[in-house]
């Protein structure tokens, strides 16, 4: 198979239309929020689900040899030149591999009450969840367009939040003019080079981005790739949030914070972390002034998306 297509991502984040005079209650994904702990491993790709299996076939090039002749006055066999192996034809779905195989971080211990988390997508196991490579950078570019001012460092931050509680390193590349929406490729050798393309970090309005309809303020997923029947890892991966909603809500009282959990939130679905129904995790479908950062459930399951496997092949 030579084409990846990886779905858009539609796990979204929620925020009223206008605020409430009562406790504001953001409300982050019109999903249930029922986290799905054993999906199918391999089963046909479904809606929700950030697994892109790319199957990669041996490529035998060449066909069979013909022994050399054998002059037969002589009988000795004329010496032949060895066989010269024809160059393996080079994958144009994917990039050179990484061969790295020495983890770049380290991920903390997960803390002592485990809380509740649950995973985007997990291996065929039924346990061990889906991640990105720790062998590897994730690199991730961002879309200056429709950045809501002052918010680029607070992007900044989270993603750090994140390779902390992950021990997975995230490199800022930089900025990009990659439009967001619709289905993106894993590998873009003509935008980005011989390599998987860094994660997508952007905001857009509603618009731009149907995925952002109504109160949805954000949407992020990961393409996972497996090479043969090898470990399926996350390989890139695209965050969108609502560039036309954030202003209203950097307005309100907290709103800095609640943006800020958001962006979170999101950077949490990236890395491999589905919704859970416990109101005191950051990865609860609803956003709640009471949980601005990450709590202990979902501390424990970036802890564990840091311990994914490398896979040098890749
Ligand atoms: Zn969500």
């Known amino acids: 198979m030579t084409g990846v297509h990886p779905q858009h991502p539609d796990d979204h984040a929620r925020l009223p239309a206008s605020p409430t005079g009562r406790t504001p209650q953001w409300l982050l994904d019109e999903l249930t929020g029922t986290p799905e702990p054993s999906p199918p491993p391999r089963g046909p790709r479904r809606r929700g689900r950030w697994v892109v299996p790319l199957a990669v076939a041996a490529v035998v090039a060449g066909g069979v040899l013909a022994d050399p002749p054998v002059w037969p006055w002589t009988g000795t066999p004329v010496a032949a030149e060895p066989p010269v192996p024809a160059a393996p034809e080079r994958p144009t779905d994917r990039p050179t591999p990484s061969g790295a195989t020495t983890p770049l971080g380290r991920p903390p211990s997960p803390p002592a009450a485990a809380g509740t988390h649950a995973y985007a997508a997990l291996q065929e196991d039924g346990v061990t969840p889906v991640a990105y490579d720790p062998c590897r950078e994730i690199r991730y570019v961002l879309r200056p367009d429709g950045a809501p001012p002052g918010t680029e460092g607070m992007v900044h931050e989270a993603v ?31 935008r980005y080079g011989d ?66 959990s958001v962006v979170l939130h999101e950077l949490g679905h990236l890395v491999g972390l589905a919704h859970v129904d416990d109101d005191r995790e950051l990865m609860y479908p609803e956003a709640r002034p009471a949980v601005p950062d990450l709590a202990d459930g979902d501390r424990t399951g970036l802890s564990a998306l840091g311990r994914g496997p490398c896979v040098p092949d890749l």
Do not use: K, N
């Not at 997975?168 to 050798?189: C, K, S």
């Not at 990961?222 to 954030?246: H, I, K, W």
């Open 195 to 260: 390599r998987w393309a860094p994660v997508l970090i952007g905001w857009a309005t509603e618009a731009e981005d149907p995925t952002l309809a109504g109160d949805v303020v954000g949407a992020a997923g990961s393409t996972a790739v497996s090479l043969g029947e090898g470990p399926r890892v996350y390989v890139t991966g695209t965050v969108t949030l609502d560039g036309g909603q954030a202003p209203e809500l950097l307005g309100r009282p907290g709103g800095a914070a609640a943006l800020r």
């Open 160 to 190: 750090a939040r994140i390779g902390e509680a992950t021990g997975l390193r995230f490199v800022h590349e930089g900025a990009t003019d990659e439009p967001l929406g619709g289905e993106r490729a894993p590998f873009q050798p003509d």
